[in-house]
């Protein structure tokens, strides 16, 4: 856990009551200790079960297993059962990257399902398993 300092300091505002600061921590825990405030951050998960919609006609049926890595420009969100990965400078941008790599595996493999070979075939089979797509 990481922990970071608050300042306490409260001033007046114009109606003459006392105004104090706020703080807010995005899954942080606040503890009071006897002169200061300390705010103990706790980390970000680096996975996270994923069932986004990855295109209109495309439902997730069943959650992808998503690892962040750490890459030389930010990070990676990755599926290891499927071999696939997207990139981008932040959590959101690799994952929104994952998510039109998922769209355009998913129309590719079953477009061209006839002529898979024996990976892509089991990487198609793995893929039907999370996504099914929605008949209009």
Do not use: C
């Amino acid at each position: 856990m990481i922990e970071a300092p608050t300042s306490t300091i409260t001033e007046d505002d114009a109606s003459g009551f006392e105004k104090f600061p706020t703080f807010a921590f995005s899954g942080a825990e606040v503890l009071q200790s006897n002169q200061e405030t300390m705010a103990v951050l706790t980390a970000v998960s680096d996975e996270l079960l994923y069932a986004g919609s990855i295109h209109p006609e495309l439902r997730t049926v069943e959650p992808f297993e998503v690892r962040f890595e750490r890459v030389e420009n930010g990070y990676a969100a990755v599926i290891r059962q499927i071999d696939e990965y997207g990139l981008g400078e932040t959590r959101s941008e690799a994952l929104e990257d994952l998510r039109k790599t998922l769209q355009e595996l998913y129309i590719s493999l079953e477009r061209d399902e006839s002529k898979l070979s024996g990976d892509l075939l089991s990487v198609w089979t793995q893929l039907k398993q999370h996504v099914r797509r929605i008949h209009r």
